[in-house]
């Protein structure tokens, strides 16, 4: 009787200690992300007090204030929707990754390792060169659909070569070879777009967070957290899943229904990035990696949100130094997130290669 009772008091102690320690840190990440929001806001090439940024954001106007509306204008229609945009694409993009890396079973997988990025990259160009050449005015939402056909053609393409292959090596190979591919089709038929489309097409392919509104804040966030809150209904599955697809069929997993659901949520995601943001490296793969090692930790139900977090975190820091060390000049988005996801997907694959 004694030594279970034992175990069990050490057991509780263990799950509260694991409890403690997954609050903590999302505590911390909810800070950092507020203080990154904060500081992002608040820095840029024309200097305004904290004290006026405070009012602007209260919604405080010009009238019988002493805000200019120069100020306003940069608070709410410039610096705001670019950081709000960071933090919803960033989560996206991330959560994307967590769930190709679920499907494929391996941490190495992403949007833009696999060429799906590369496919909505494709699709967004087409649409914007032959659908809306003639400068009609096209939503956000025909860019996120463009975006999502090309998401699915590349996933479709990579599914037909998992079948195929087992190594994920080969289907790594093939993920390149798709945005090549997808690259060189957008290539060509950019030659026929017009002088102002291919100015604009280039830097919407760099990646960047810069020119958007609060409506389009608004059409994104509705599209992200709509995704976000699928993909929570359904952590227990992805658990399941997690330990090999036999053992998610005895416990009750459609998993002929499960693994295309999987697949659309993902494409909606990362297509949704692409379609606003252009095209953005190494977020899908790091950032899912770092979180797990931060939390230590594969549980859905803590790394989902999680992930979200430290995607949001990850690219409004990202944009804040692309758009700040060589001010009044702007890096792509993809310069800044390749510097620092790169080393961490190296680290990765040496670290996965000596646990073998």
Not at 190 to 216: R, V
Not at 290 to 298: A, D, G, K, P, V
Not at 336 to 345: E, I, K, L, N, R
């Amino acid at each position: 009787m004694f030594p279970q009772a034992g175990l069990s008091d050490k057991m509780s102690y263990s799950d509260m200690k694991n409890s403690c320690r997954v609050t903590l840190f999302f505590s911390l990440l909810v800070v950092l992300l507020f203080f990154s929001v904060i500081l992002s806001v608040c820095s840029g090439n024309v200097s305004i007090p904290f004290h006026k940024i405070l009012r602007i954001l209260g919604g405080a106007g010009a009238e019988n204030t002493n805000l200019t509306l120069q100020e306003i204008n940069i608070i709410t229609k410039i610096r705001l929707p670019r950081v709000i945009m960071a933090m919803i694409l960033g989560g996206s993009l991330s959560l994307s990754g967590f769930l190709l890396q679920t499907y494929f079973q391996n941490p190495i997988a992403g949007p833009f390792v696999l060429g799906i990025s590369s496919g909505a990259k494709m699709t967004v160009a087409l649409t914007t060169i032959f659908i809306f050449g003639s400068g009609r005015a096209a939503s956000s939402l025909w860019y996120v659909a463009s975006a999502f056909i090309g998401a699915l053609i590349s996933t479709s393409f990579i599914l037909l070569v998992a079948r195929k292959v087992n190594h994920i090596g080969s289907l790594l190979v093939a993920g390149i070879m798709t945005g090549y591919i997808t690259s060189a089709v957008t290539d060509f038929f950019i030659t026929f777009a017009e002088d102002a489309q291919i100015a604009n097409l280039h830097n919407w392919s760099k990646g960047s967070f810069a020119g958007f509104d609060l409506s389009d804040c608004a059409v994104c966030s509705v599209i992200v957290f709509l995704s976000l809150a699928a993909v929570l209904l359904l952590v227990k599955p992805i658990g399941a899943y997690q330990l090999g697809e036999t053992y998610a069929r005895t416990m009750g997993v459609n998993t002929k229904v499960f693994r295309p659901v999987l697949i659309l949520l993902s494409s909606i995601l990362s297509a949704t990035v692409t379609a606003f943001a252009g095209p953005v490296s190494f977020v899908g793969i790091a950032v899912p990696f770092l979180t797990r090692q931060i939390f230590s930790s594969s549980k859905p139900a803590i790394i989902v949100p999680a992930s979200f977090l430290t995607g949001a975190v990850f690219c409004v820091l990202c944009d804040l130094i692309a758009r700040s060390v060589f001010a009044p000049m702007e890096m792509s988005i993809s310069t800044v997130t390749s510097v620092f996801g790169a080393p961490v997907v190296i680290f990765m694959i040496i670290k996965r290669r000596n646990s073998r």
